[in-house]
């Protein structure tokens, strides 16, 4: 499986931003799919997830101003992220689960600033 994130950029606090997730390859057996964020000077965290099923969950931060979804043929995975912080910085990855392995890929920087 690749992935492919784009969508990231400059905003100011408050703004929106939509992040996508291409995948290519075989997707078949994919369970889970997730986003992750690493800000400058810290590790990688969790942001949200989407099962196969529909299923969401989100990291405390972010909850109420994010949205994961994924689209019909779950080659697109999105995360529309509203009412962004400072804290919101990072580079922002996307995961697929499959089988139990994890496929990464490349991130995408948000940077959230005035």
């Known amino acids: 499986v690749q992935l492919q994130a784009s969508g990231g950029g400059l905003v100011q606090p408050g703004g929106s931003l939509r992040l996508s997730c291409t995948a290519a390859g075989n997707i078949l057996g994919v369970d889970t799919m997730s986003w992750y964020r690493q800000a400058p000077g810290k590790e990688r965290e969790w942001v949200a997830t989407?099962?196969?099923?529909?299923?969401?969950t989100y990291v405390d931060s972010v909850k109420g101003r994010v949205t994961v979804s994924i689209d019909n043929t779950k080659t697109t995975l999105a995360l529309q992220m509203n009412s962004l912080k400072p804290d919101d910085t990072a580079v922002y990855y996307c995961?697929?689960?499959?089988?139990?392995?994890?496929?990464w890929g490349k991130g995408t920087l948000v940077t959230v600033s005035s």
């Open positions: 995961r697929f689960k499959k089988y139990g392995i994890a496929y």
């Open positions: 989407i099962t196969n099923e529909g299923k969401t």
